[in-house]
């Protein structure tokens, strides 16, 4: 059991709208590597963010296992998250998923399987 700790990039980019006070927005990507069922992944704090959209990737071999991406606004209680379609982002095989939420902590969660070895990646931005 390890504790998987993701790395984080920030990038701006130039955005088509001209409602904004600028023409770039900040997107983050962040990923967790080498994440299997016995491990914890750490969680990334968006609360400054005032909720967030984006899209969460997973790829790798994963043994039997099933991937969430889960949210909390206390960082104790977790609970999984909801597509825009509205619903469970949950994934035993390579899959994306796109998401709108206002928690303040994300993170993916592993459990079932064996022999798992999985990439987690979510790229997401400010909702403001």
């Known amino acids: 059991m390890a504790t998987i700790t993701p790395a984080t990039t920030a990038t701006s980019i130039e955005t088509p709208f001209s409602e904004r006070s600028s023409n770039y927005v900040s997107r983050s990507t962040t ?3 080498d994440l299997s069922t016995a491990d914890t992944a750490t969680s990334i704090d968006v609360s400054g963010l005032g909720g967030v959209v984006g899209v969460f990737e997973v790829n790798g071999t994963f043994g039997g296992a099933t991937i969430v991406l889960q949210g909390s606004i206390d960082g104790t209680n977790w609970y999984t998250l909801e597509d825009v379609q ?6 035993s095989s390579a899959a994306l998923f796109e998401f ?7 993170r993916p969660s592993s459990s079932g399987g064996s022999a798992d070895d999985v990439t987690v990646t979510l790229t997401y931005r ?3």
Do not use: M, Q
């Open 31 to 33: 990923t967790w590597t």
């Open 86 to 91: 509205g619903t469970a982002i949950s994934a």
């Open 100 to 106: 709108d939420t206002e928690v303040t902590s994300i």
């Open 126 to 128: 400010s909702k403001a």
